[in-house]
């Protein structure tokens, strides 16, 4: 069987709002996510053994190969599709780690799109869910890699029609853990940020016909709560955010996820190309990527 291959795109978090934390220690979260034309690229070659190869930029930045999220989703799944196909996943691997972007829970988003199309299994299969799930927070929304509103522990999604918004990502080489930036935010199990009244009155979002400038308009009303302690953790993130704040055009300038990797976003993909060209000049060590969210 010829070898198959799917793009692990980055996940963008526009919004991220921390309504609390659960008695069993899980953050409930709420977050508009948009996904960046920047990916990951994994292939697989049908075959009798699992494994993972490593190639790519950032491939010495993934650590232990088996502890990678790609073989943890075909693991999962395996034990519960009797007879599994598998064979050898090889990663391309382009995007910052432990980076706020979703980087492994894409890579193992694509894996599980992959055995899915290999063993004719539905991405709406509840065995892809479930193993979705417990592979990590973000995969589920990875899996469906389009815009929508992330509520809960990452398992409830609901679509958003997102326009295409033209942005600058910028990661300024630093590795955040994430587990650091919840314990910065410091809530206790079974502590709420938020009553019931403001879950049940929280924002509608813009509809399909909305333009780029509402959409702007909308995020900007609203935050990524995360982003606070994740200055704390890392100063260098309040950095980033002002010199994407520095540049000609940068609407609306915000952290996505944990950090470090923040964003911008302008109203046309020429000022984004100028606005990265200055951020690069500025910071050359820096990870930087102009071009859209949808």
Request: charged content about 20%; aromatic content about 4%; glycine content about 10%.
């Amino acid at each position: 069987m010829p070898l198959l291959n799917d793009e692990a795109r980055a996940k963008v978090n526009l919004t991220l709002r921390v309504n609390g934390r659960r008695t069993d220690g899980y953050h409930d979260l709420e977050s508009v996510v948009a996904f960046a034309d920047c990916a990951d690229r994994l292939t697989l070659t049908p075959g009798s053994d699992l494994d993972l190869k490593m190639s790519g930029p950032l491939a010495q930045a993934c650590g232990e190969t088996s502890d990678n999220l790609v073989l943890k989703a075909a693991r999962l799944l395996s034990e519960r599709v009797p007879g599994m196909k598998t064979g050898n996943f090889t990663l391309d691997k382009v995007l910052p780690v432990a980076a706020g972007i979703g980087g492994g829970s894409a890579d193992a988003a694509a894996a599980l799109r992959l055995l899915a199309q290999l063993n004719g299994l539905a991405l709406d299969d509840p065995r892809i869910i479930e193993v979705a799930q417990l592979t990590g927070a973000d995969v589920p929304v990875c899996v469906q890699s389009c815009g929508c509103v992330m509520t809960g522990v990452g398992e409830t999604l609901q679509p958003l029609s997102l326009p295409k918004m033209p942005c600058v990502m910028v990661n300024p080489g630093v590795a955040v853990a994430t587990r650091d930036v919840f314990n910065a935010l410091g809530l206790r199990n079974g502590e709420l940020l938020v009553g019931v009244t403001d879950v049940l009155l929280r924002d509608r979002w813009p509809d399909e016909k909305a333009s780029l400038e509402d959409w702007v308009e909308a995020l900007a009303a609203n935050s990524n709560d995360l982003e606070t302690p994740a200055m704390r953790v890392q100063p260098v993130i309040g950095e980033v955010i002002a010199a994407l704040n520095a540049t000609n055009g940068a609407w609306l300038a915000r952290m996505s996820g944990s950090g470090a990797t923040c964003f911008a976003i302008y109203e046309n993909t020429v000022e984004a190309g100028r606005a990265a060209e200055q951020i690069r000049r500025d910071h050359p060590g820096w990870w930087v990527h102009a071009g859209t969210l949808s």
